[in-house]
C-alpha cells in the first residue's frame, strides 16, 4: 500500500518541482511525504552550495 493516494504504479503520475539551486526537476519521494511542500533542494550538496556565502573578491 502506498500513502500516496494519486500514484498509480507510475513514476510519470507523481509530482515534480525543480531545485532551487541547480534548476534539476525532482519528483515525489516517500521519504518526503510529509515535507513536500517544504523541500527545496535535490540533495544535500544543493542545499549546502545555496547556504554557503560566495567569496569575495571574484572578479576583477
Known amino acids: 500500500m502506498d500513502a500516496r493516494p494519486g500514484f498509480k504504479g507510475h513514476k510519470q503520475a507523481l509530482p515534480r518541482k525543480a531545485c532551487a539551486t541547480c534548476g534539476r526537476e525532482m519528483s515525489w519521494r516517500r521519504a518526503w511525504a510529509r515535507c ?18 560566495q567569496a569575495a573578491g571574484h572578479g576583477g
Not at 36 to 53: I, K, L, M, Q
Request: proline share 6%; hydrophobic share 20%.
Open 36 to 53: 513536500w511542500d517544504e523541500v527545496r533542494h535535490c540533495s544535500e550538496r544543493c542545499r549546502r552550495r545555496r547556504a554557503a556565502p
